[in-house]
Structures are given as structure tokens and as C-alpha cells.
């Protein structure tokens, strides 16, 4: 398996293969050619490939360091200490979710009036809460917004009020010694709300694969749990109509990002150019900066490292050390493959904001059943799984939106 280190290497090989055929046309003051575009997407593909590789083994990295720490700390604990309760908890829900036992004895299965709060008659059936946050952590490597945004826990179905400030008050007024000055008649103040909706997916696993898995049983459930959550979230924070699922930030809303906050000064009907995405990145305002991050789907960064700006330098910066992002305009570049990508007039292709203030609710009432003999016939075990959340953009003037002329 190849490292991080040559596999930049090799990135950074094709990104300048691919500006070498922009720069020889520009050199003889002319289009690229046919075959040169076909050359330049070709190799513009393989530096996303790249890229995903990079991202995929940089998350194996970490998540090899974390197990390694929680292994060893674990070791610590029952060395010290014997088995912990929570322990025992995961042994009975990993042993219910392979074979719908609570353990080894068949006294465990006997029918009984099952309760949450007990572990021995019930409770056992709950997702143990180290397996919920698990859950979550890998949505989180898998969603580029849930990195950003900024995640409030909410138990039940509870609510959460997001106070506004909608109308700012007027400037003071330059007075005398003994006056107050105007009175304010300007300021409103606001409220939005958010709930979490449900988000559900069911899949099969078979019972030989959960009897002879050399992974616990609930690891496999739980990564192909986590790949269907997160593309579904991703798109719901990207695209998303606020309907029963979350607003996205590529959705004009007066309850999110109006349309005062897009951009299209210079663009072309069918492409972004260097002076829009200047344009752009003025728009907003300079103390969001510094926390701010652009995004674009992949097309959309093909046609980004084309850019030049007046003095012949090119806009898009790849990442040459581990963890670096691509850059544009001294700001990271993050891909998405559910961003806008139609270019055509008057279409949303990229934006640029502080995602903090994209607010992301999780309610932890998350729950499993197993589905045994409805698959009876195809030798499979269902399961269901099902989560709340709900997310938003709250303040509008952190974000600018990328449009097409």
C-alpha cells in the first residue's frame, strides 16, 4: 500500500502535467484543443482520485491511533479492575444482534415483560450509548458539514429555539453633554426553531456472515448504517428544502441564506472565472475569513484549476503535507459529490462561508430492531435503523453563494 507522502507526490505530479497543457495554450494564445480538454479532464480525474485515496488513508491513520489508545486503555481497566458494567453491555447487545440471544443460555431468551431500564430485562435491547456516539463519529468522518457546522445533542424529541437578531439597532448618535440621543426604533429580535426529523434505513446481513464474520457482528451493521446516513444527511445540509429534513445552505431561504447572498458579478453562463470568484470572496465580510471554507463539487474544481488571476498565478493551490487542504484565494477547498454541478445560467455551483454557523441538531434517541423471520427463507437477519436531526444555516451573512451569469 502506497503512503500519504507519495501518493501527494503523485498529485502534485498530475496537477502539473495538467497545468502544463493550459499553460502551452496559453503560450500560443489560443482554445485548448479537443484532445488537450479530453487530456486535462483525464488527468484532473485521476488528481481527485488521488485525492479521495489521500482522505481514505489519512481517516484509516487516525481511526488505527484511536483504536489503538481505547485497546490499550481497555487493557488497563480489566487489568485493574475486571470487566466493567459497560462491558457486559456490549457483549449482550453484540451477542443479540448476531444471534438475537442475550448470551450463551437459553434462560436469557426466555419470554418475558422486557423494560428499557433494566439491563437483564430489556435494556440490553437498547443501542448502549457507546455504540450510538460510534455511530455518529463515523457520519462525521464521512460528511465534510458535520466537520464543520456546529452540533447541539438534544434528548427525545425535544426542540431547540435559536434566537435571532433580525433588524439591528440604528448607530449611536454624536450628541451634547446632557442629551441621550435618538431613540431606537429599529431593532427586532427573532426566533427559529429546529426539531429533529426522522431518518430511517433498513438493510440485511447474512446469518453466515454474522456467524463467521471475523469483525463483531455490530461493526458490520454500523458501516453500512453510517455510509447510508451520511450521504443522505449530506445531501439534506447541502440541498435540502427544510421540509421534514434539514435546510441546506444551497437552498435560497428567508429561514437560511436568502438570495441577497449570491454571487454572480463576472461569472459566465456556464463557467465560474477568476474575478467572480474574487467577487465572491469579498462579498463576504473580513472577520468570517479566517473560519471560512469553500466548496464545490468536483466538476466544479476541475474547471477552478484552470483560473488565473492578473498576475498569471493560478487560484487553486493543491495540498502537499498530510492534513493540508487545497486552497483558493488563501482559503481550504473542500469536495463534495453532492454540491450543484449543472452549469448552466443562473445555477448555484460552489459557495464559500464559516459553517459554524451551520447549526446541526442530534437527538440520541436511537434505536435498532432485528428482523429474523422475515428473511427466514434467504438465510438473512434485517435491521432497521433509525435517527432524528434536523440542521440549518442561522445566520445568513456568514455565507456567500456562487451563481452562474
Do not use: C
Request: proline content about 3%; charged content about 25%.
Amino acid at each position: 500500500m502506497p503512503d500519504i507522502k507519495s501518493l501527494r507526490e503523485e498529485r502534485s505530479k498530475l496537477v502539473h502535467d495538467a497545468r502544463a497543457i493550459v499553460d502551452a495554450a496559453e503560450a500560443d494564445k489560443r482554445e485548448m484543443t479537443a484532445d488537450e480538454s479530453a487530456q486535462f479532464d483525464a488527468l484532473m480525474g485521476k488528481v481527485d482520485a488521488k485525492r479521495s485515496e489521500i482522505e481514505r488513508l489519512e481517516k484509516l491513520t487516525d481511526a488505527e491511533r484511536e483504536l489503538d489508545a481505547v485497546v490499550e486503555t481497555r487493557a488497563r481497566e480489566v487489568a485493574a479492575t475486571g470487566a466493567k458494567p459497560s462491558d457486559r453491555q456490549m457483549l449482550a447487545w453484540r451477542s443479540w444482534l448476531a444471534n438475537g440471544r442475550l448470551g450463551n443460555n437459553l434462560s436469557d431468551d426466555e419470554v418475558r415483560a422486557f423494560q428499557a431500564a433494566s439491563d437483564t430485562e430489556g435494556g440490553y435491547l437498547v443501542a448502549p450509548e457507546q455504540f450510538v456516539m460510534q455511530l455518529i463519529k463515523f457520519v462525521d468522518d464521512a460528511v465534510h458539514i458535520r466537520g464543520l457546522a456546529t452540533i447541539y445533542q438534544v434528548s427525545g424529541n425535544g426542540k431547540i429555539g435559536v434566537p435571532t437578531l433580525d433588524t439591528d439597532a440604528a448607530d449611536s448618535d454624536w450628541t451634547t453633554e446632557l442629551l441621550t440621543g435618538s431613540e431606537e426604533t429599529t431593532m427586532r429580535f427573532g426566533k427559529r426553531s429546529m426539531m429533529p426529523h426522522p431518518l430511517a434505513k433498513r438493510i440485511k446481513v447474512s446469518q453466515t456472515l454474522l456467524r463467521v464474520a471475523a469483525m463483531p457482528a455490530e461493526q458490520i451493521v454500523l458501516q453500512r448504517l453510517a455510509y447510508k446516513f451520511a450521504i443522505t444527511q449530506e445531501k439534506a445540509y447541502l440541498t435540502g428544502n427544510g421540509v421534514q429534513k434539514p435546510l441546506g445552505v444551497f437552498t435560497a431561504s428567508t429561514d437560511g441564506i436568502t438570495t441577497a447572498r449570491d454571487v454572480s458579478t463576472d461569472n459566465a453562463a456556464t463557467a465560474m472565472t477568476a474575478d467572480g470568484l474574487i467577487n465572491a470572496k469579498y462579498a463576504l465580510k473580513a472577520a468570517y475569513w479566517n473560519n471560512a471554507t469553500w466548496m464545490f463539487h468536483r466538476d466544479g474544481v476541475k474547471q477552478i484549476a484552470k483560473l488565473k488571476d492578473g498576475e498569471g498565478q493560478y487560484l487553486w493551490r493543491e495540498g502537499m503535507r498530510q492534513g493540508e487542504p487545497d486552497m483558493l484565494l488563501g482559503r481550504p477547498v473542500v469536495t463534495s459529490e453532492n454540491a450543484p454541478s449543472t452549469f448552466t445560467t443562473g445555477q448555484y455551483v460552489g459557495i464559500l462561508g464559516d459553517f459554524s454557523h451551520y447549526w446541526i441538531i442530534d437527538s440520541l434517541a436511537m434505536n435498532f430492531q432485528r428482523l429474523v423471520e422475515l428473511y427466514a427463507e434467504t438465510n438473512q437477519v434485517g435491521f432497521i435503523g433509525r435517527y432524528e436531526g434536523d440542521g440549518m444555516p442561522v445566520l445568513a451573512e456568514a455565507f456567500v453563494r456562487v451563481k452562474l451569469g
